[in-house]
């Protein structure tokens, strides 16, 4: 296993286009969550599941942004007409539900909206 | 509102010398920190945790300590590289499965 891969790692899109990001997460992870990352701040969660179920949402997700994980595996963040505000980095991270509540995270994937 | 913050945004040291990062948290049902190191172009990397019922917890190089009475954790480097440098950022959980972490410390180790 590789760790968790997310794709694309750069996207740069002009405003109003959609854009989706994939995340890879470790096999036996049953929890994964996305998080945004924007410069010189911490990371700022957005949503996560256990296995295909999302659980929590936060209030960051406005209702441009939608996440699904349909087979429990890959996950998808789907950001639809992309606003500047929402260039910033875009982690996934996993972890098992069954241990200590440890994310392993990906390398992002970075968006540039212009 | 509860929230998760450091008090120096950077921290310049010389190699060799030891490193103390520092987290101040205002959740009181936190129960569970976690250190993660963020290299540049990477995502956050687990370093050290710790639960509220331990003070200290050590590793290789690495020690944590968690003071509950003023909401206080702190990381401490010993003998500081240069491959150290990093942002480094505490996380906390209380009461839910969702890490909440704060505003980040860069470590900046000089040769």
């Known amino acids: 296993d590789t760790g968790v891969s997310q794709d694309p790692r750069h996207k740069i899109t002009k405003r109003g286009q959609n854009v989706t990001f994939r995340c890879d997460p470790i096999?036996?992870?049953?929890?994964l969550y996305w998080y945004r990352q924007t410069l010189g701040q911490g990371p700022e969660f957005l949503t996560y599941f256990q296995n295909e179920a999302q659980l929590e949402k936060s209030r960051l997700l406005s209702d441009r942004f939608s996440a699904e994980r349909p087979k429990g595996s890959f996950s998808t963040l789907e950001i639809q007409r992309t606003e500047q505000g929402d260039s910033a980095m875009y982690l996934c991270?996993?972890?098992?539900?069954?241990?200590?509540?440890?994310?392993?995270f990906g390398a992002g994937s970075r968006l540039t909206v212009l | 509102g509860e929230s998760v913050g450091l008090h120096l945004p950077t921290l310049s040291v010389q190699e060799g010398d030891n490193s103390i990062i520092n987290c101040a948290y205002s959740n009181s049902a936190s129960d569970y920190f976690i250190w993660y190191k963020q290299e540049s172009g990477k995502g956050p990397q687990f370093i050290i945790d710790?639960?509220?019922?331990?003070d200290k917890r050590q590793g290789q190089r690495v020690t944590v300590l968690l003071n509950k009475t003023v909401k206080h954790l702190s990381l401490q480097i010993a003998a500081t590289q240069p491959g150290d440098s990093a942002v480094y950022f505490c996380a906390e959980t209380g009461g839910s499965y969702i890490p909440t972490f704060g505003r980040g410390t860069s470590l900046i180790v000089h040769p």
């Open positions: 991270a996993s972890t098992q539900s069954s241990g200590a509540n440890v994310l392993t």
């Open positions: 096999s036996e992870h049953n929890r």
């Open positions: 710790i639960r509220s019922n331990m």
